[in-house]
């Protein structure tokens, strides 16, 4: 699995995102509402209202990179005990929050295991 280094700056855009944007609009967003720079090197994180998707926004030399991760059961556990409209997360608090792990209390999702699709 692709995951991002743990050096790496990352912006959590704590309000909903409507997961039909695309790259453009992200970046849009990364810039107007997050007041940020979208060609930093920052990934910038966005989450829709039932928490159960999450897409990541990176600037990488000539492009932007987009990273969609969409949770079969369960939901993303939005950090809720930081301040702000934009939260700063480190790369590995990051990696904990794809895998499921609560920030807050340190409890991670249920292993997965799936034969097939549908």
Same mark, same amino acid.
């Given at each position: ?16 995102? !409507? ?15 997050? !007041? ?83």
């Amino acid at each position: 699995m692709i995951r991002p280094g743990t050096d790496l700056t990352v912006y959590l855009c704590r309000e909903p995102v !409507d997961m039909r944007k695309q790259i453009d609009g992200l970046a849009l967003l990364v810039q107007e509402a997050m !007041d940020l720079n979208p060609f930093e090197q920052a990934l910038f994180v966005f989450g829709n209202r039932q928490r159960d998707k999450v897409k990541l926004l990176f600037w990488e030399r000539n492009g932007f990179v987009v990273w969609y991760k969409r949770l079969e059961r369960e939901r993303f556990k939005w950090p809720t005990h930081l301040e702000g409209d934009t939260v700063t997360l480190t790369g590995q608090e990051l990696n904990w929050l794809l895998d499921g792990v609560n920030l807050k209390a340190m409890q991670p999702h249920k292993a997965l295991d799936f034969q097939q699709v549908g």
